[in-house]
């Protein structure tokens, strides 16, 4: 079985352009979450989606925004891009049960010059 | 002060010996641990789960949380080279609803052959 995917791996990006990164869980997972991880740093939550629905959100700015669709698949978007922005974005799956159980894909490494 | 806290190391042991990964959390409504493992440039890897006080054991590996003192261990025998890796302490308050996780800045543990 295919693990979360997430693309793209790498992108480069300048100051206040936007980014779209994308995700698919595991097949039969209704929930996604996303996560900015820092380098040197824990991952840190932005946001969770449930059968499209958002069920949390982290303390990010109004810049970050995601959505769920149908098939259950994610989008993560940043605008205006800050050099702080750069890290590696994380996306995670899980089934009800267990229902913090996470399983996380590689990541898509953003880096903002 | 953060939520979490854990000592990011780096810790470096020989091949065999036995590992002590500690955290530390001051939000008293945490109820599920987890660690994580994070192999360079992959996403966090579920090592062990555990709700509430109490031991879990898993091979070589064994979890302990003590609620009463917000300590959580985890805990590796007989290491080995391929244990190479960032691990991460992780805990969340639900696991229905927003089952957010928040995550330690993680320790990266180096076994030498």
């Known amino acids: 079985d295919a693990g979360v995917t997430q693309s793209p791996t790498h992108l480069i990006k300048t100051r206040g352009q936007q980014v779209t990164l994308r995700c698919s869980p595991i097949s039969g997972h209704k929930s996604v979450s996303w996560y900015q991880q820092v380098l040197g740093q824990g991952p840190q939550f932005i946001f969770q989606y449930y059968e499209k629905e958002e069920r949390g959100r982290g303390n990010f700015p109004d810049r970050f925004s995601a959505r769920q669709f149908p098939n259950y698949s994610s989008e993560l978007n940043v605008n205006a891009l800050l050099l702080g922005d750069s890290a590696l974005y994380l996306c995670a799956s899980n089934n009800r049960a267990g229902a913090n159980v996470l399983t996380f894909g590689a990541g898509s490494r953003l880096t903002v010059l | ?113």
């Open chain 2, 1 to 113: 002060q953060k939520e979490v806290e854990q000592d990011p190391g780096p810790l470096s042991v020989p091949e065999g010996a036995i590992v002590s990964l500690n955290c530390t959390y001051s939000n008293s409504a945490f109820q599920y641990f987890m660690w994580y493992r994070q192999y360079s440039r992959k996403g966090p890897e579920l090592l062990m789960y555990t709700y509430s006080s109490g031991n879990k054991e898993d091979g070589r590996f064994t979890a302990q949380v003590d609620k009463s003192s917000k300590y959580i261990s985890l805990f590796i025998r007989d290491s080995q080279p391929s244990d190479s890796a960032t691990y991460l302490c992780a805990m969340s308050e639900s696991n229905f609803g927003n089952e957010k996780l928040t995550f330690g800045t993680g320790t990266r543990l180096t076994i030498i052959p």
